[in-house]
């Protein structure tokens, strides 16, 4: 792990030990925020550490805004992000990635009668966290592939946002109508 | 023989908006063949038909494989695209870093493209158009959007120049317009309305953009005011 990506990772794993610990239903949209931040580095360097970091504080934010009530599951969570956040701070990668590992795991458990809403929302997560490494300029086709999510789903969440609104200097529509009549004629 | 290139975001697009029909119709008035990748074809139909999420449209896009409209083009292209993604992916520098920006499956339609001397190719996407027609714009994207100094490689920009000089981009919007244009979609006009024509030609340039055809809405009152409705 390259040491830009780990320092910001550990600043997350940091505030969000903090939330946890507060346990203030409040701080929820903090943690949403939170799982933009490493959307920079997840762009330029494309590593599984960033987009799993961005997806798994998403999901969790979520799962905690449904209003998720197992105490037990929520302390086995809390621990292991401390842990992880342990194992970073140690550079014991390998123990950090099976922490994060254990928490998706976790998540997927929390309850049975939410299973389908849990997939959703970790499909969701990736779909967001896609969005904004789209935003930066990276290829739709090239995020569906770092996501391992499809160009169908992608696309269809896209183009109902602003994110492909950009000021675009390319070829005039004019040209390209002029070029599609000469194709049609 | 005339030959146009698809990628899968157009596809997706119009089947996303069930305007399919629009290419089969289109492709007699071409008078040539519509292709698409390989791994295209996987994105499209392979892979969702597994599923349940868009295994309908994988299903609806296969009809238009099953009757030739779209052809998956066979020919061996590996090494001219393993090539290309790796001019491209290093054309841009961020924090010392090569940005890979696009993804094998969309520079397979470039490889195609030019390997088969396509009159053009269909993409959707803007990062890919923006890396063959205005890669400098895409520079000031990538500088604004990741708030970090992009330097460009002219090496790989000038030899990927070079190799897509002559080919030209079109998208889904452009042949939905043209589609409009020729009276494919006459049978939509919403006659009781004030200005028929330009309503359902707006209401399909949107429902194309909001299907993920990457277009401004600047650019989508520049069609209407060019087709003067």
Redesign the interface.
Not at chain 1, 164 to 171: K, L, P
């Given at each position: 792990m390259q040491t830009?990506i780990k320092k910001e990772v550990l600043v997350i794993l940091e505030k969000v030990v903090d939330i946890l610990r507060k346990k203030d239903i409040r701080d929820i949209i903090e943690l949403k925020h939170l799982s933009d931040a490493t959307i920079?580095n997840a762009?330029?360097?494309?590593d599984q550490d960033s987009i799993s970091i961005g997806v798994l504080v998403y999901s969790f934010a979520k799962v905690l805004e449904r209003g998720f009530q197992n105490e037990k599951l929520y302390d086995k969570v809390f621990k292991l992000v401390e842990r992880a956040k342990d194992s970073l701070m140690k550079n014991d990668i390998d123990n950090y990635r099976i922490c994060i590992k254990d928490i998706f795991t976790i998540i997927k458990q929390m309850d049975s009668r939410l299973k389908m809403f849990i997939e959703q929302v970790l499909d969701k997560a990736k779909i967001q966290k896609g969005s904004r490494i789209f935003?930066?300029?990276?290829?739709?086709?090239?995020v569906?592939?770092m996501l391992n999510i499809?160009?169908?789903?992608?696309?269809?969440y896209?183009?109902?946002t602003k994110i492909?609104?950009?000021?675009?200097?390319?070829?005039p529509?004019?040209e390209?109508?002029k070029?599609?009549?000469d194709?049609?004629? | 023989m005339k030959i146009l290139v698809f990628d899968a975001g157009p596809i997706i697009s119009l089947a996303t908006n069930s305007m399919l029909w629009v290419l089969k119709i289109l492709k007699k008035r071409f008078d040539g063949e519509f292709y698409i990748p390989e791994s295209i074809k996987y994105e499209l139909i392979d892979r969702p038909i597994e599923g349940k999420k868009f295994k309908f449209e994988a299903l609806h896009t296969l009809t238009y494989l099953r009757n030739r409209t779209l052809k998956v083009y066979k020919k061996h292209v590996r090494e001219d695209t393993n090539k290309l993604a790796e001019l491209i992916n290093s054309i841009f520098r961020a924090r010392g870093q090569y940005l890979a920006i696009v993804q094998l499956g969309e520079v397979e339609t470039i490889a195609v493209a030019l390997q088969i001397k396509a009159d053009a190719v269909v993409i959707d996407e803007r990062t890919m158009r923006l890396v063959i027609e205005s890669p400098l714009v895409l520079q000031k994207i990538l500088q604004k959007k990741m708030r970090t100094n992009i330097e460009i490689n002219y090496k790989s920009l000038t030899q990927f120049n070079r190799l897509v000089k002559s080919l030209k981009v079109i998208r889904s919007v452009d042949i939905a317009t043209r589609a409009f244009e020729l009276g494919l979609f006459k049978n939509y006009i919403p006659h009781d309305m004030t200005a028929p024509k330009k309503e359902l030609l707006t209401a399909i340039l949107w429902a194309l953009k909001l299907g993920g055809c990457s277009i401004s809405q600047e650019e989508i009152d520049d069609i209407v005011s060019i087709e003067s409705l």
């Open positions: 830009e920079g762009s330029i360097f494309q935003a930066q300029g990276i290829s739709l086709a090239r569906a592939d499809s160009r169908w789903e992608l696309m269809n896209v183009g109902k492909a609104d950009t000021e675009y200097e390319g070829i529509v004019k390209r109508i070029l599609v009549r194709l049609f004629q | -």
